[in-house]
């Protein structure tokens, strides 16, 4: 018999086939290049039209699909490695603020997970560009993270889920934002054990959402650390701080792990329309534009 992990790696993989085979999923790469599925690379289990009726595990009657010999872990977990490589390429990465592009040059990448330490500013500005495009978001731990500040920094409130208390049902909820959300944001009011992070990350990678974590999150991809420097606006003790500036250390792992700094003022560019704004556009013409932008707040529940 095919263990519960098993069933639903082919569960999984039988959907993304019927997807790709109804046009309801193309296999699409970062920059709109269609690619046609070559042959023989059907999901695993399924012909060109239906349960294959060869190999291991394979039914003998489409009506009973009962193996006749469970596949081991190694092919297992081959199946779960394809599925997972076949929904990353077909998503492409977020994008990010042109400010941040040396930083984060792939963008944020699905399945992966960022930690954004030292400001709250520069997360919001990471989802609103992650949102810009469609993208639905989740912030859950956060209790801190007002809804005025986030539509200000440009995120569409619409499309942005609040889960401010979890409270004992983080790993939970967490995890069920990751299944039907693009971006989940989580802060230090969600308590995660180390197994509750490493099952979250290998599910956000499953499922091709991406973890942003305002805390340190051990094995995180890619992390920034901002280090305030300065603010400016309030010119001998009068007017209003305007203008603050960062500076933003990276590190992690694999290209992430050489270390590489840059400073950047806030408030970034907002995106428009879906497209990030074009780098050095006046202060004059920035305040007119956030303000008719942003999305009206309402009260619900």
Same mark, same amino acid.
């Given at each position: 018999m095919l263990s519960r992990e098993e069933r639903a790696a082919r569960a %999984? #993989?039988?959907?993304?086939?019927? =997807?790709?085979?109804?046009? #309801?999923?193309?296999?699409?790469?970062?920059?709109?290049?269609?690619?046609? %599925?070559?042959?023989g690379s059907s999901a695993p289990g399924l012909g060109a039209s239906g349960p294959s009726a060869s190999g291991p595990g394979a039914a003998t009657e489409p009506a009973q699909p009962v193996p006749a010999a469970a596949p081991d872990a190694s092919e297992a977990r081959g199946g779960e490695a394809r599925n997972a490589s076949l929904l990353l390429s077909e998503r492409p @990465?977020?994008?990010?603020?042109? =400010?941040? #592009?040396?930083?984060?040059?792939?963008?944020?990448?699905?399945?992966?997970?960022t930690a954004v330490t030292g400001s709250t500013s520069l997360l919001l500005a990471l989802l609103a560009h992650a949102c810009a495009e469609g993208a639905w978001a989740a912030v859950v731990g956060q209790p801190s993270m007002g809804l005025l500040a986030a539509a200000q920094a440009g995120v569409a409130l619409e499309r942005l889920a609040l889960v401010p208390r979890p409270g004992p049902d983080a790993p939970s909820v967490v995890a069920a934002l990751v299944d039907g959300?693009?971006?989940?944001?989580?802060?230090?009011?969600?308590?995660l054990a180390d197994g509750d992070r490493r099952r979250l990350g290998a599910r956000a990678r499953d499922r091709g959402a991406v973890l942003l974590s305002s805390t340190a999150w051990p094995g995180a991809n890619v992390v920034l650390t901002a280090a305030s420097q300065r603010w400016s606006g309030a010119e001998d003790g009068a007017g209003r701080?305007?203008?603050? =500036?960062?500076?933003?250390?990276? @590190?992690?792992?694999g290209g992430a792990g050489v270390p590489q700094s840059l400073t950047l003022t806030l408030p970034l560019g907002r995106p428009a329309g879906g497209t990030p704004p074009a780098p050095g556009a006046g202060k004059r013409q920035a305040a007119p534009t956030q303000k008719a932008a942003s999305a009206p707040l309402r009260l619900v529940g």
């Open positions: %999984r #993989a039988a959907l993304a086939h019927a =997807e790709q085979r109804t046009g #309801a999923r193309p296999l699409v790469l970062p920059g709109g290049t269609v690619v046609p %599925r070559p042959p @990465s977020l994008p990010v603020p042109d =400010e941040l #592009a040396a930083l984060l040059p792939d963008g944020l990448r699905r399945g992966g997970i959300l693009d971006v989940v944001l989580v802060g230090p009011g969600a308590a701080l305007r203008a603050h =500036e960062l500076r933003v250390t990276r @590190s992690g792992r």
